[in-house]
């Protein structure tokens, strides 16, 4: 039996509860799971330092970038209201994605630093949704630093990340690709090392490789960023895209041997 676990990433405060119900209702109407990695106190003048002119990340909502705020995702009660009700049903697992999702945010070798983002983080996810456990952490970027690898060890969060963060912390096992691999007894990490879909890949090759990966991995992770569907910031989604990505849906759903799981569901399997 083969397992897809459906990640999402950059929910926060700007984010529409119907932005999300038009690319995962399928799952949830059929009684599945989505893992979203939520941004507890987004900063909206965040810029992606690594792409040329510097420009803001697309994440955040043209009418608010370059603005020099925090927003809580527990101040857009509609959102919260919505997976509330997702996470009391077992249709969503809210991870925490961050604290501000600043520019590499968690390649700091501050241990102080990334203790208090990790707790303060986590009260805010809280607070915003009583209805969800809080296992897992996905670091802004997918890049993290060894030191904030072990404080998240320490802490005892499962982990979704690349390939290339892993090599200098012993203690996680090196997977590469699309996989999944135990820490400890109590602890998993989840390796996805390419975002299938993305608005600057053609809709069809996305999907060529999103089933090329799903028929030859036991365990993959599908990572999305909510906002790439509806690039740049459009009110509906994309018609190519979003159509691409329901006839991956369609074909995990109907498949005999496939399952959808979340993060820490799939931790929970045979643990001690």
Known sequence: ?????????????????????????????????????????????????????????????PAYRGGTRNFAVADNRA????????????????????????????????????????????EQLQRAFPAAEIKTFIPPYDRISPVALEELIAAGFHISTMSHNLAPVQALPQIAGFGAGRINPRQALFVCDDYLFTHQRDPAESLRLARAALAANDCIIVCNHYWMFYHPWRAQPNAVDIAAWHSLLDAVLSADDCEVASFAGYAARDRP
């Open 79 to 122: 959102l919260c209201d919505f997976l509330n009700e997702k996470a009391a049903d077992g249709l969503v697992e809210i991870c925490l994605h961050g604290y501000t999702h600043t520019f590499f945010e968690f390649i700091t070798h501050d241990r102080a630093l990334i203790r208090r983002k990790l707790e303060q983080g986590v």
């Open 1 to 61: 039996m083969r397992t897809i676990i459906f990640r999402d990433d950059d929910t926060s405060y700007f984010t529409a509860p119907a932005k999300l119900e038009a690319i995962y209702g399928r799952l949830w109407d059929a009684g599945q799971p989505v893992c979203l990695a939520v941004i507890p106190w987004v900063y909206a003048d965040t810029r992606v330092y690594w792409s040329d002119g510097n420009p803001h990340d697309p994440g955040i909502p």
